[in-house]
């Protein structure tokens, strides 16, 4: 792996791509979540798989080009160092581990993943299991607030930088930042 001093315009994008993706698919689950069954309830669902689906695609890049590209290295010479480092690795965990566990939570219930409004539809994983399906629903949620409560520690420590540190470590990855 090459070392860079600076992330690819191709890392970068697929970073915000992917915020924007996390946002969404955390914003359509919270609001389908009271949502009485019915069509509107089912085409919430979709774009929520749909987007949960395009999360793990884009993790799943981003891993790839950043083995194939290298990044800026790490320093681990402070505690806040360390943790950093352990939140995005943890990051990059749950990108996968979120949308896996709904697809799981999608088969023990009998549903399909439904994508694109219902144009294409994952099979399902497992025979059905009501227990096991509000069991994986409810692991599912707690792990999505998980990744919520580590995206919030990510942002904080970038803002950290930038605002109290006063170095360019958010500029790497925000190039509309200005340089210090």
């Given at each position: ?11 970068i ?5 992917s915020a ?12 389908m ?5 019915g ?26 080009l ?9 320093e ?8 950093a ?7 990059y965990g749950f ?36 227990d ?6 409810d692991?599912h949620?707690a792990?999505?607030?998980v990744?919520?409560a580590l ?7 970038a803002?950290?930088?930038?605002l109290?540190?006063?170095?360019d470590?958010l ?7 200005a340089?210090?």
């Amino acid at each position: 792996m090459k070392q860079r001093v600076a992330y690819s315009p191709g890392l970068i994008a697929l970073h915000w791509l992917s915020a924007l993706l996390i946002a969404g698919v955390l914003v359509v689950g919270w609001l389908m979540g009271d949502m009485p069954k019915g069509v509107e309830k089912s085409n919430m669902m979709s774009l929520h798989q749909t987007l949960g689906v395009a999360v793990v695609v884009l993790a799943f890049l981003r891993l790839v080009l950043r083995r194939l590209q290298g990044v800026p290295p790490v320093e681990l010479a402070t505690p806040a160092d360390k943790l950093a480092a352990m939140v995005q690795v943890a990051l990059y965990g749950f990108m996968l581990l979120v949308p896996v566990l709904g697809y799981l939570t999608s088969s023990f219930g009998g549903h399909p993943v439904n994508l694109l409004g219902g144009a294409v539809s994952l099979p399902l994983l497992t025979a059905q299991n009501h227990d096991v399906h509000e069991q994986m629903g409810d692991l599912h949620q707690a792990m999505a607030y998980v990744m919520l409560a580590l995206i919030a520690l990510h942002v904080a420590g970038a803002l950290k930088h930038h605002l109290i540190l006063k170095d360019d470590v958010l500029a790497k990855m925000a190039p509309w930042v200005a340089k210090r």
